[in-house]
Structures are given as structure tokens and as C-alpha cells.
């Protein structure tokens, strides 16, 4: 319903999860629709990853909120325009054949109904066990959620058409008798009356011990909320259907000059307005700075919260007076086309841990693991993000998790390198070094190599964690090793690739670069390649350490190397990437990005991703290095991403890991 309240914008934990920034509102896209039998008024709600939603053809639609499937609907003898309401495992939602039905939200089934004395165009609202209702037959209800049975009722002088709003005790209506009503929540007793110069059909928002309110007399009302006295009102220039929503000091309101207005809460000055091309009846919805709103011109508008920019929109078939709702990552809203759009941003999921993620993160049998600098190590569930357990080590994690048979390694500020059950979290043994491990482990051949701060590289058998060998270098060992062809390559601080015999950790030759090497070495075709802070990507014989070849960027190469297809792939702090040939070193392409790059890019199906400090994960053409999309997170990107099922994920210093779709960088 066009009126419905939209002081409660968005849940915590859809705040925490952020999903759409100013910086990439510009690029949601349609992800599904779901056509219905007639023009929709009635706005969506979302709750346990189903869409609920009315139409004009009586009927009220539970849907996948993730793909739109239908998983049931309930068909009333009546047109719905009332906003359906969720509260502990029910959905409650009015006709216009006068009744309110209570459904289980998960099979649809009628748990009951109430019939009042005419059509139900209000909203219910769910408070302490009691679902308030208004009805054109001029009466507030209040009845007890579990059953129906009404506790009490109030009576105005005219319809009711706006949803009431329930705040410390006190419950705010409005009615068509041009009058706001503040009843006792409990008893249904007036505490005080406000008249208007008109019928009102807005719903009151109430915050700060403000409630407030439109008018058809063109006025947006500010009262208190405890005494009804009027503090402010604005002049918007045609009626009021909009109701209005409050955030962050600011109160929005649209109005049937087709003008959204963003006002000062405090004293209803105007600090921006935003003209559409027809009447505003759809209520606004604030989240994550950016506010939403439909028009009759048929649009959906985003719009930065603080400054009223236009940020995007989009035009469906016909006139939108349902107002959008925010939910599992997705922006929903009717149509009078008879379709409800769902518009998603362009990542399938994300998880939001304690600290910075500049671990990578590692995929196995439908898992993804991840390290923070909140001290844990996380293993989330890899298509939805949920969480499976998490294990807290001494200290910031900075390496990357490998999985191999059922266990996963990873090393700890702590100097510890732990070894833990894939499936629980659960600690099979852990060893403590000189020094902190930044280093990642690799496995091969029944070892774990991990490099460490106390300037160690240290061979484990993987499944006691017995120390079988370490080799002392010159510096802190930050890079992590390769192991191929009995050998195991690693970098060290002290300016030098070492070249060791596996199994003994004996010396079989070293290369000295002009630079410390945090890089980590690749090793493809009998060619070990390694960055240097000297600026220089270098390609080494395996077997014996001749150059075969140096390729000199613009500054520090921190990334790591990876080949794939003839092509190496290597980024710098100069901000770019470049593709060279294996072989010869000879430069394909470079990107530049608009930041550092410590990231080490990964190559799938003729797609490169690659992460820069300028908060960005880029996907390019492999082949011509021509961008195909990029998402902006909320800090520097040093994780490297991985590639796995079609998904990409990715860390991020704002302390999320994303999963985005490889193809499209969206779900």
C-alpha cells in the first residue's frame, strides 16, 4: 500500500552486510521479476529469504527472494493494496473483501481471519503480541496475534487508509476525518488528537520523540510525539499519499507534485528536492546513504541521502506506488505492470568478520575458508555465506588457508602455523616458530612449507605436524613457497630466491634480486618466476637459476605471479597489471587501476580478477585486458581472489569477503 510506514528502514544485519554503496548504486541491475494477475499498490516485505507481496488480482504471493520463485500463494475474495506484515512465522495482510488474514509465512496456511465493516487498504502492524489494523469502516483494530480475538477498537470519524506506527506505548493512526490519533497501545484510550487541514492517507513515522506525518492539505507534519503539539510543517505543493521516512537527522517525503523533498528533521527546512516526472505516492526507503523512491512516471530513483544526486533508476511498465524494500542483498518494489522487480548489486553474498581481510580465501567441497585480522579463521558455506565455525588463533591472520584431505593450514601473527579439521575447526595440532608467519603454507608430497618472520622456511609432515627440516635465509621469509619437481622455491627479505631440495631442505642454488621479495614464486614449464621490490618480475630456469629473462615495472612487485595459457600475469605497486609472454617477457597488455596492487591476479575460463588498493576487484579480458566489470568495496583490496564454481571471492580491509558471479560480477 502506497502509505505504508517506513520509519524501520533496514534490519541490523542488513546494515552490517551494506548492501549497495553511493559508488556502485549506478550498477544494480534487474535480477528477476515475477508477473502477477493485475496492477500491484501493495508493497514488498522480506523476511527469511522470502518476498512477500499483494496484487490487485486478491492475491498474496510468497516468493524466493533470491530467485523469484513462487513458493505459494493465498488468494483472498478481494484486491490487495495493503502491505502484508511478518512477525514470528506469520503474515498478516488486509483486503478489500474487509478481512485480515493470518497466514504461516512458510505453507501460506489461513491460521485465521477477522472481518471488519468495509475494505482494508491500511497495513497491519505487529507489536507485543498485537496486530493493529485500520479499515474504512472508520475503526482501528487491535487483536491478539495468535488468535484474532479483538481486544479492542477504536473509532474515527472517517476511513483508514494509513498503517499505524506503535512506539513506547503509544499507538499513532491516521484517518480520512483529517485527524492523527494517539491511543494507548495497550487500552485503545486517546491520549491526544491533532487536526489537519484535510484527509490523510500517509502513514505517521515516528523518531526522536517526533512523529510525523503528510496531509492532503500539502502538508508534512512534525509533532510531539507526547503531547501532539505541532512543531513544524512543510508546504510541499500538492497532497500527500507518501508516507514519509526518517534517517540520520533527516525526514523524506514525496508528494503529488512528483517531488521527493529531504528535510531537516529538526525544524522542516529544506535541504535538497528532487522533481520526477509524475505524482509521488510510494514512500521512501533509506539504506547505506542512499535513499529510494518510485514515481507514476514509472521509474524507481536511488539518490545520495546527504546531497539528493541522482545515483540511478530504472523504468518499469507502468506507474510505481508500492515503495521498494531492502533484503538479502536485493531492492524490491511493485508495479501498477503487475510485476514485482527484484534489483540486485553486483555480488551474490557477503560476510562480514572482525577485522581487515588481506588473507585470500581457499575453496574446497563446497566451502570457502578465510582468514581475518580479527584472529580468526573462518569456514563459511560457499554458496550462501553462512557460517560453519570459526577458530580463534593468538593473533591478526594475514596468510591464506590451504585446504588438502580434510585439513586446512594456516599461519598467525602468533608464529604459529595450525593445522585444523576442515569439517569442525577443530585444533589436530599446531607448532610455534621464531616469528610471525605472513607467509602461506603449500603442500606437496606428504610436507607442509611455511615460511616465517624468524627468517625460516619450515618443512612439517602434514599430518603430526613433526618438523622434518627449516633452512635459515638472510631476512624474514614473507613470501610463500612453490614446490615442484622435488624442489621448493621461496623468497626472502634478504633479496634472494632460494632454490631447496625438498625432502632435506638442502641448498641447490640462489638468486639474488636488488630488492627484498615479498612475492611468491610460480612455477610453470620448467620456469620459476618471482617479483622483486627492485621493481623487477624475473623468470629463472628452474633446475639452475639462470635468468632467462627481466621485465622492469614502475615500481615494487609485492604480487604474486600466475601463468596460464602462455601468459603471465603479475600486478605492481605502479597500479598496474600486466600480461607478458612466459617465454620471453614481451608485454602483451597493461591495466592500470587507481591504486597499489598487492593482490596476485587468478586466471579462469578468459577472465583475469585482480584486487588494488584502490578498494576495486577488477575483471578483465585475459587475452586483450579489456575491463568486463569491477566492484568498488568499502576499503583496499590486498586479498587475492579465487576463482571456484562460477563464483569469485575476494577479501577486503572493510573487513568483508565477497562472492561475486565470475561472468557477470553479480547474481
Not at 474487509?98 to 482494508?120: D, M, P, R, S
Not at 511498465?317 to 534489483?343: M, R
Not at 615442484?484 to 632460494?498: K, M, N, R
Not at 600475469?569 to 614481451?586: E, F, I, N
Request: glycine letters at 12%; one cysteine or more.
Amino acid at each position: 500500500m502506497r502509505g505504508k510506514q517506513s520509519t524501520m528502514l533496514v534490519s541490523t544485519a542488513e546494515k552490517e552486510q551494506r548492501v549497495i554503496y553511493p559508488s556502485n548504486v549506478s550498477r544494480l541491475r534487474r535480477s528477476w521479476t515475477y508477473t502477477t494477475g493485475a496492477p500491484i499498490d501493495s508493497s514488498p516485505v522480506v523476511a527469511d529469504g522470502v518476498v512477500y507481496i499483494g496484487s490487485k488480482d486478491h492475491t498474496l504471493y510468497a516468493l524466493d527472494s533470491r530467485t523469484g520463485n513462487k513458493l505459494w500463494s493465498y488468494t483472498t475474495e478481494g484486491a490487495l493494496s495493503s502491505t502484508p506484515a511478518f512477525a514470528d512465522g506469520v503474515v498478516y495482510v488486509g483486503s478489500f473483501d474487509t478481512t485480515l488474514y493470518a497466514l504461516e509465512a512458510v505453507t501460506g496456511a489461513l491460521l485465521w481471519k477477522y472481518t471488519t465493516g468495509n475494505a482494508i487498504v491500511s497495513s497491519p502492524t505487529i507489536s507485543d503480541g498485537i496486530v493493529y489494523i485500520g479499515s474504512t469502516d472508520h475503526t482501528l483494530y487491535a487483536l491478539n496475534a495468535d488468535s484474532g480475538d479483538r481486544l479492542w477498537s477504536y473509532t474515527t470519524g472517517g476511513g483508514i487508509q494509513g498503517s499505524p506506527a506503535v512506539a513506547d506505548g503509544i499507538l499513532y493512526v491516521d484517518s480520512w476525518d483529517h485527524t492523527l490519533y494517539a491511543l494507548d497501545a495497550t487500552t485503545g484510550a486517546r491520549v491526544w488528537s491533532y487536526i489537519t487541514g484535510d484527509r490523510i492517507s500517509s502513514s505517521p513515522a515516528v523518531a526522536d520523540g517526533v512523529v510525523y506525518v503528510g496531509s492532503q492539505d500539502h502538508l508534512l507534519y512534525a509533532l510531539d510525539a507526547s503531547s501532539g503539539e505541532k512543531l513544524w510543517s512543510y508546504q510541499t505543493g500538492k497532497i500527500i499519499l507518501s508516507s514519509p521516512a526518517v534517517a540520520n537527522g533527516i525526514v523524506y517525503i514525496g508528494s503529488h507534485q512528483g517531488t521527493l523533498h529531504a528535510l531537516d528533521a529538526g525544524v522542516g527546512s529544506k535541504l535538497w528536492s528532487y522533481a520526477t516526472g509524475a505524482a509521488i505516492d510510494s514512500s521512501p526507503v533509506v539504506a547505506d546513504e542512499v535513499v529510494y523512491v518510485g514515481s507514476q512516471d514509472r521509474s524507481l530513483y536511488a539518490f545520495a541521502v546527504l546531497t539528493g544526486e541522482k545515483l540511478w533508476s530504472y523504468s518499469t511498465g507502468s506507474a510505481i506506488v508500492s515503495s521498494p524494500a531492502i533484503g538479502n542483498e536485493f531492492i524490491y518494489v511493485g508495479s501498477n505492470d503487475h510485476n514485482l522487480y527484484a534489483f540486485t548489486s553486483d555480488r551474490l553474498w557477503n560476510y562480514t568478520t572482525g577485522g581487515a581481510i588481506q588473507s585470500s580465501p581457499a575453496v574446497a567441497d563446497g566451502v570457502v575458508y578465510i582468514g581475518s585480522q580479527d584472529h580468526r579463521v573462518y569456514a563459511l558455506n560457499a554458496l550462501s555465506g553462512e557460517e560453519l565455525w570459526n577458530y580463534l588463533t593468538g593473533d591478526a591472520l594475514f596468510c591464506s588457508p590451504i585446504i588438502v584431505e580434510e585439513m586446512v593450514y594456516i599461519g598467525s601473527i602468533d608464529h604459529n602455523l595450525y593445522a585444523l579439521a576442515a569439517s569442525t575447526g577443530a585444533s589436530l595440532w599446531s607448532y610455534t616458530t621464531g616469528g610471525s608467519i605472513l607467509s602461506s603454507p603449500t603442500v606437496a608430497n606428504g610436507m607442509v612449507f611455511v615460511g616465517s618472520q624468524d627468517h625460516q622456511l619450515y618443512a612439517f609432515d602434514v599430518n603430526i605436524g613433526e618438523k622434518l627440516w627449516s633452512y635459515t635465509t638472510g631476512g624474514p621469509v614473507d613470501s610463500s613457497p612453490a614446490a615442484a619437481e622435488g624442489l621448493v622455491f621461496i623468497g626472502s627479505q634478504d633479496h634472494t630466491l632460494y632454490a631447496l631440495d625438498a625432502f632435506q631442505g638442502t641448498e641447490r642454488w640462489r638468486y639474488q634480486t636488488g630488492g627484498g621479495i615479498q612475492s611468491s614464486p610460480a612455477v610453470a614449464e620448467g620456469i620459476v618466476y618471482i617479483g622483486s621490490r627492485d621493481h623487477t618480475l624475473y623468470a629463472l630456469d628452474a633446475r639452475t637459476g639462470e635468468m632467462l629473462w627481466s621485465y622492469s615495472t614502475g615500481d615494487s612487485i609485492d604480487s604474486s605471479p600466475t601463468v596460464a595459457n602462455g601468459i603471465l600475469y603479475v600486478g605492481s605497486h605502479d597500479h598496474r597489471l600486466y600480461a607478458l609472454d612466459a617465454r620471453t617477457g614481451d608485454e602483451y597488455w597493461s591495466y592500470a587501476t587507481g591504486g597499489i596492487i598487492d593482490s596476485s591476479p587468478t586466471v579462469a575460463e578468459g577472465g583475469v580478477y585482480i584486487g588494488s588498493r584502490d578498494h576495486t576487484l577488477y575483471a578483465l579480458s585475459a587475452q586483450a585486458g579489456e575491463m568486463l566489470w569491477s566492484y568498488t568495496t568499502g576499503g583496499g583490496i590486498i586479498s587475492s581472489p579465487v576463482v571456484a564454481n562460477g563464483v569469485v571471492y575476494v577479501g577486503s580491509n572493510d573487513h568483508n569477503l565477497y562472492a561475486f558471479n565470475q561472468t557477470t560480477g553479480r547474481a
